[in-house]
Structures are given as structure tokens and as C-alpha cells.
């Protein structure tokens, strides 16, 4: 398991709208993971149909993209040990009323069509979204927290 694992995190429109961005992002910063790239962008149905390609063929799929370029979104990559397993349970379940009390789902929202924030599901698809979302690259630097975080 490496420290230096990356994960895409993206607060959806709804999470935007609603100002939770802030509350995501401590949830993270608070955990220990390490912010190494973030954008607000309004994503065009081309771009986000991209996103979610495996998706497509689902009935829920034309719903999903309308609500995705509804407003802007908030991506972000954090980085840090087991980012893409952790991140997704920090994010809770698919469905809100599934997700356990104290996750960001959980916690937050009702509704699996408007459930706030979107995690990678695997590290080979968080690499392909961290590429798709950030083409420019991230940002690397040191923190002095690692030492206290990491053995
Ligand atoms: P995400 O990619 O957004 O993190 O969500 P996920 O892996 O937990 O779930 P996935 O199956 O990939 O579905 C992507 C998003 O589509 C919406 N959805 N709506 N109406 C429905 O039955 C339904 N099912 C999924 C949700 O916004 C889900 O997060």
C-alpha cells in the first residue's frame, strides 16, 4: 500500500450549490490527505459523457449527464495511504440512505440522484480520471505534516 496513492474526488452541482465544498474538503484535509490539485469548472455533456463512459447504456444515464452539467463541479486530487478505498468509504455508499451516518453521503443528502460528491473506484480509474480532469497536471510540494502522519 503506498502513501503517495491518488484518488479523484469531485464535489457534483449539488454539493456546489448547497456549499458544502468547504465541509468535503475538511473532511479530507482533517483525515490527513494531501490536496495536490483543485478546480471549479462547468463541464460540458462531452467532457463529463467521457467521465462516465462505462455508464453508458443505463437508464439513468441521459438524467446523470443533465444533472452533472447542471452548475459547476469542484475535482479535486487527494493524495495519501489507501486514498481510493478510504476516499470511497469517507464518501459513503452509491445510494445516501445506504451510506453509514458519519460518512460525507451519510451525512449530507437523501438521494442517489443527487448524492453531492463522486470518488474513484479503482487506482487504474482514478489515474484515467485525474488525467481526463487535470491534463495540465498537479502540483507537487513538500508538507511537514507527512513525518506526523506517515511512520
Ligand atoms: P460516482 O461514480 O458518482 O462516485 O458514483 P458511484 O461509483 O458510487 O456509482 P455509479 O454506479 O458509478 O453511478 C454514478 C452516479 O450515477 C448516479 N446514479 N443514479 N438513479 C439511479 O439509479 C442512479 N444510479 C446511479 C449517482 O449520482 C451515482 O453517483
Known sequence: MSTTERTYIMVKPDGVQRGLVGKIIARFEERGYKLIALKLVQATEEHLENHY???????????????????????????GLDAVKTGRVMLGATNPLASPIG?????????VGRN??????????????????????????TSALESWIFE
Open 53 to 79: 463512459a462505462d455508464l453508458k447504456g443505463k437508464a439513468f444515464f441521459p438524467g446523470l449527464i443533465k444533472y452533472m452539467a447542471s452548475g459547476p463541479v469542484v475535482g479535486m486530487v487527494w493524495q
Open 103 to 111: 460518512s460525507i453521503r451519510g451525512d449530507y443528502c437523501l438521494a
Open 116 to 141: 453531492i460528491c463522486h470518488g474513484s473506484d479503482s487506482v487504474e480509474n482514478a489515474e484515467k480520471e485525474i488525467k481526463l480532469w487535470f491534463p495540465e497536471g498537479v502540483v507537487q510540494y
